[in-house]
Nanobody
Framework: QLQLVESGGGLVQPGGSLRLSCAAS????????IGWFRQAPGKEREGVSC????????NYADSVKGRFTISRDNAKNTVYLQMNSLKPEDTAVYYC??????????????WGQGTQVTVSS
């Protein structure tokens, strides 16, 4: 059974860092493009970053460029989202999902359950 599980969320002060993990089971994550999304209260879910299945091509939303870094460890079947210089507006539930290709965020499927990130002093 194909499954994605996010972890690594939590409460952090503005300017702090978190690393989110998206672990896959039931399929080889290295064969897939993977996207990170987030949904804040009262807002629509938005694509944050993605990484292609080959060549490690990445994409970032303008709001996170220069602060977030996506990477993958195929040996661990895991994709990471390193988030630095966090701002209160980064507060949201973060999800990972399989994409048909990066950065086609509209093609997302096989969503994880999400992990809460709260940036607050």
């Amino acid at each position: 059974q194909l499954q994605l599980v996010e972890s690594g969320g939590g409460l952090v002060q503005p300017g702090g860092s978190l690393r989110l993990s998206c672990a896959a089971s039931g399929f080889i994550l290295g064969y897939e493009a993977i996207g990170w999304f987030r949904q804040a209260p009262g807002k629509e879910r938005e694509g944050v970053s993605c990484i292609s299945s080959s060549f490690g091509i990445t994409n970032y939303a303008d709001s996170v460029k220069g602060r977030f870094t996506i990477s993958r460890d195929n040996a661990k079947n895991t994709v990471y989202l390193q988030m630095n210089s966090l701002k209160p507006e980064d507060t949201a539930v973060y999800y990972c999902a399989v994409l048909r290709q990066c950065p086609n965020y509209g093609s997302a499927s096989d969503w994880g359950q999400g992990t809460q990130v709260t940036v607050s002093s």
